[in-house]
Structures are given as structure tokens and as C-alpha cells.
């Protein structure tokens, strides 16, 4: 009895002080539920975290005095959130981004060490490895960076389609075809988060050029988004669940795409099952409480007038307490996983030297050989080089802007020659170190965020390049092209070859080809250019894109053959310029007026851009419409050789079936070969591309001799097409042919299947559609 009466008062004793505790002591994240922090947040603390942390650009005013005063945790960070330590919620940190931790290297509050990151290959180049556990290694590799460096959310990847080969940041993203774009995204999300830090994949949606950004409309039909543009996005969210989603500057069919809840909420986590946040690019989208609406979670990099405004909205009663708590649980949900959250301690000393392999392996995977006249390559004997182009010496390892990175070095072409010992001609290499120092201290100070101009390449006298060609064994000439944030690139003079690259390039072929000697061009570019009407000139091509930091020595590698170039296109290389389907509407035109209030801090013009072509971008034009483009998508040419079997089908009668192919190595070498599955679907029902890219997959390396069976399953998800008659996405009965291909008009194998009836795949309702009247490309 009397021990009883003691345990009661022991309890009520207990009792008491929890019920003082916890008036005192309010509910603490990761302790206590979501719902209960939530509901202990006042409105102020709300905001604080639906608005992030401020930037001291553009303008120092749009930050409060706190937040400017706040140190970064992590100097040249591109943002942070609020912390509200009296919930237990700390302050998150956010990096880009694709191509490596974009972070301050030098730190004015730390002179004794330095904090660089490692310069990974860009995006595109990734993509034309066509392997998805490369990218897996390669996520990984950069999100332990991120995770030793004290970030959490890795702001990439960039994975927008490559719509025209002019958009100034198509080299952030992977291809223009969202199937390549989608699976390699997610191999590059799982590889980043299996470290325990987020990623952003970005930019969401249709944001397919950087002409007037902020204000640009992309009008585009409910089809060619749902098949094209959401596409890749919908793959990634589905296959890797990224942590967060950064919704894009542009207009999508009027309205800003930060303020569509038919895109962040509906589709994204209504049909797609995303649970992460969805953050806002920088300064993107005019109106806060639109965004909130929205389901645009997270406001970056946060400004004062949009902490006003939400405030003001919710006094008002124009945003619901029920909306911006829904904001509010997903940050703090996220919240949970982060680094941060869980008081993990980070090293600031990443394995820069492992990495900085990693990314020497993935930029030689990812580099297309386009031309190999005679066996020109490899270049086994490591005799004497004529090395021309000032990109030879002055490397572009990756573009300018956010996608940029701080690396410690950069490894130009002549020193990767040197490293491997090849002998190049000294007087042409002082010439051109000295040239390029000369024309950079002339060049006017440019941002480093921004492109600098170009240096025009070095005239080389008729008489030194015939010199040369009796004096060295053969000519490498490297075509260079940088391109960046803001500006989109141009037709003169960057799309196409300059007059002095011409000349250059003619010159040295005449002087090299009398000697009987071969000429190499290596294009260090970060999309496609023209190369129809020069590429007879030379005897062998070779696309080594913006290689990252180990890019020489990565060249090299494959030009000297110690790796088999295996990397094929993922974005087509035109003819002509006039040839892209949307060579006539891209970038679009500026309209009268002045652009809606809100940030614009660059002042861009309301302009909009008209996706005329609809579905047919890149291969789905080319070879719908009988366009023969200068090198197609999915080409690519190896040391080796390769022979494919007949494809076999488990079933001609579809609802699920594997498609199985045996290819095999028949050269002399070792090499990998990227097995592409393509279908043709039956003429009845919606219109369709000649062919789609519906699977593929890269051998492992296969020795001379030596045989892989690879195998695809297809379901009907990946054959259906959306019809926005009944805003479905169906499989139209009939014959469909499986085409199994080196390239998209390299079909080395085909074999038929029957779809019975219509199959309705998903039931979605009216989204997105244009409200002006939109004539589409059709067949
Ligand atoms: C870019 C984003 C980037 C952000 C933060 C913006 O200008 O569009 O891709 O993540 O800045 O640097």
C-alpha cells in the first residue's frame, strides 16, 4: 500500500515537472513531431523559414541587418535557411552544383589552408558516357566532397533538355532526350545522397535558354512538356527521390513556374510521389505568396520584401496558416536528414587526389570520337606533336556561372602530352603560352562569374606550319568554346568556326598532308558545333567536351588508346545551324512592356519563345523529318569493332516484355559498346517520332573476341505517349518495332511486337496548357 501511494506521488512529481518543463522548454525537432513544432512556431518563425538567408547581391538592402551580419558557415555557399534554435532547427547551407561544391577556395578568415573542390567533367560530357554507374561514382565521389565541406544540399544536377544547341547552359545539363537525361540524373542523385547530403535537381521546368531568363515565356504544348520537357524530371524523382527540387526563372504558358501548383504540387508530388521540398532558383518568381500557394516551399536566396509580403498575407488572410504550414512541414521533414540536423561533424579535408581520378575516368567515358580516318588514332608511338589552338594550352576545363567550380588546377592539353610523354615543338608552345598571356592582360576585367570574351586564335605563318609539319609527326589542333549563366551562345562565330579557325585549320591540314602527315582536331566545346562543312579537312575528330580538372591527361588517354574512346552523342551535331528544328523561334522575341514587379535583379524583358516544334526535338526531328545531321544522336566510334546478334523478344505480344541482344568485340582491342533500344511505334493513333529511345545500356569491356547478352525490359509506362485529348498517357494499338542500335539511324537488329488494344497507362486531368493558340510541327 505504501508503496503504491510512493510510485503515485513519484508520478505526479514527474508529471509536474515535464508540464513546467515544456512550457518553459518548447518542442524540439527530431524530439518532439513535426506537427508539434509546427504548432509552436508563430507566424514570424514560419517565414523565417520558407524565406532563406540573404545574398549580399544584388543588392544589400534586400537582406536584414541579422542576416548580413550572420558568417557563412561555409564561405561562397550560394545560400543558407534560418536557423530557429529555439526549436532545434539549425541553419542548412546549400552549394552548386553540377560539375563540383562550388565554394570560396581562399577564405579571408582563414589564410593558413586552402578549400578547393574538384572539377568533375560537365554534365553533358557525363551523359555521353551513357553509363549510369559512372555517374553513380561520380555523384558519390562529389557528395562526399559536399558532405566533407559542411553542405547539404548539393544545388545540381542541372538536367533541362537540350532544346537548341544554343542555350547557354545546356553544357549543366545531359542530353536532348529525356530518357538519358532522367536515368543518368538519378544514378548521379542516388550517388550524391548515399553520402547523407541532399541534391536540387534543377531547373524545373522548360527553362531552355538563358535570353531574358527571369521574364521569358516558354509556350509549349501539354504534350511536348509531359513527353519532353517533365519527362526527365519525372524519371529522376521517381528512380532517386531527391531531396529537393528547384523550380525555374522562366514562365511556363504564362505563369512563372515557382507559381504553377498544377506543376509543383499536382504533377510533382500528386502524380510523381516526390516528398522532398521545392526550393526557388535565385530571385525566381515575382509574387511570394503565389509561390507559397504554389507549393514553392522555400524562397532563395530570400529577400526582405518577401518576408513582408508572406506575413502580410497570412494577417490578411490571403494565405491560409493551413498552406504555409504545408511549406513549412516539408523544410522540416527534409530538415530531419540533413548533415546539419544530425550535428555531423565534417572534415573540410576531402580526398581531392581520389576524386580528382574519379573525374580523369569519367571525362575519358565520356569523350565521342567522331571521325578516325585510316586508324589515325590511337597515337601509340609517343613521337613529336605539332600542338595548335590556344584551347590546347588554355584548356576549358567547364563553363562560367553558378556551374563553375573552384579547383585548384587545371591540367591543359600540352602538359597532358608532356605527362605522357609525348615530345611536343617547343617554339610553337612559347609562342602560344606567350600569345594567350598577352591577349588576356589586354582583355578587358570581366566578372569571374561571367564569360570572358574569347581570344581570337594566333595566326601561324604559312612558312612555320610547313616547318613543323616536315618536323613533327603529326598536328592536334583544339577548337575551344566556353559558354555560361545569362547569355545564350551565338551562330557567328562560336556555333560556327571563326575565320581564323578556318584558316588555321586549313593551313595546317595543307602543310601537314604534304609531309604525308595526319591532323587530329580536338573539340573542347560544351555542346555541338558546326562541323559538316571542315570536318573532310582532317583526318580524325574528337569531342572531349569541358573534361573537368584532369581534362589533358584525360585526352590524352584516349588519344593515345590507354583508354578506348567509348562515349557516344547525346545531343545531335546538326549540319547547319538552320537545321535545328527550333533554329526559328529560339530564343524567342522581347514584347512590348515592361516586366512585372518584383526581383528582376539583371532587368531582362517579358520575351517569350514559342515550342513550335513540339515533341520533335533533337533525333525525334531529324529522323521523323529526314534531316541528316552532320553526326546523329547516340553515335560514337571506338578502336574496336562490334557485332550485335539478333534481338530476341520473350514475347511478340506485349504487355511486358524483355528484348535480349548478344554483342560482341570482333577488333583488335578491348572496348565497351553502347546498346541502344529504340521503338517505332504503329502509324494508327497519336502521331509519333520515326523512333524513340526507349532503354539502353553500356557493355562492360569486352576483350577481342569476347561476347555480352544485355538485356531491357520495357512496360507499358515506357511505350505510352500523352494524348491531351484525355490527358492520359496511353498505348496505341498495333505493331511496334524494337529497333537495337549503335546510334539512332545505326539499327543493327529489329523484331516486332503486338499491342492488342489501347492500354490507358495513368489518368492525369488538364495541366499546364497553353492559353494561346499553339500550331505544332507535326508529321
Ligand atoms: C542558377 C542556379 C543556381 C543558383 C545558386 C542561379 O542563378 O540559375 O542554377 O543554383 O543561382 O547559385
Known sequence: MRRRLLSLILIWIFASISSVYSQVRPPQLGRNSVEEVIAAMTTEEKVRLVVGMGFVFPNPSLQTEEDRNTPEKVPGAAGRTHAIPRLGIPSLTFADGPAGVRIKAIRERDTSRTYYATGFPIATLLASSWDTDLVNRVGVAMGSEARDYGIDILLAPGMNIHRNPLGGRNFEYYSEDPLIAGKIAAAFVRGVQSNGVGTSIKHFAANN???????????????????????????????????AVMSSYNRINGIAASERSDLLTTILRGEWGFKGIVMSDWWGGTDATLQMQAGNDLLMPGTVVQTQAIIKAVNDGVLSKKTLDQNVAHILNMILQTPSFKGSKYSDQPDLKANADTARQAATEGMVLLKNDSGTLPLTAPGKIALFGNASYDLIAGGTGSGDVNKKYVISLDQGLLNARYTLDESLRKAYLRFIENQKEKRPEVDPFRLPPPIAEMDVETKQLEQLARDADAAILTIGRNSGEFVDRKVDDDFNLTAAEKTLMQNTANAFHAQGKKVVVVLNVGGPIEIGSWRGLVDAVLVAWLPGQEGGNAVVDVLSGK????????????????????????????????????????????????????????????????????????YGLSYTTFSYGNVKLSSDKFLVVTASVSVTNYGKVPGKEVVQLYVSAPKQGLPKPALELKAFAKTKLLKPGESQTISFTLSPKDLASFDPASSSWIVDPGVYTIKVAASSSRIKSSASMNVAKQVVVQKSQKLLAPTVSLRELSR
Open 209 to 243: 535558354q538563358e535570353f531574358n531568363r527571369f521574364q521569358s515565356n516558354s509556350i509549349v504544348s501539354e504534350r511536348a512538356l509531359r513527353e519532353i520537357y517533365l519527362k526527365s524530371f519525372e524519371i529522376a524523382v521517381r528512380d532517386s527521390q531527391p531531396w
Open 563 to 634: 583508354v578506348n574512346p567509348s562515349g557516344r552523342l547525346a545531343t545531335t551535331f546538326p549540319m547547319s545551324y538552320s537545321d535545328v528544328p527550333s533554329a526559328k523561334t529560339f530564343p524567342g522575341k522581347e514584347l512590348p512592356g515592361v516586366a512585372p514587379s518584383g526581383l528582376n535583379p539583371f532587368g531582362d524583358k517579358p520575351s517569350e519563345s514559342t515550342y513550335d516544334e513540339g515533341i520533335y526535338v533533337g533525333y525525334r526531328y531529324y529522323e521523323t523529318f529526314g534531316v541528316s545531321p552532320a553526326c546523329e544522336f547516340g
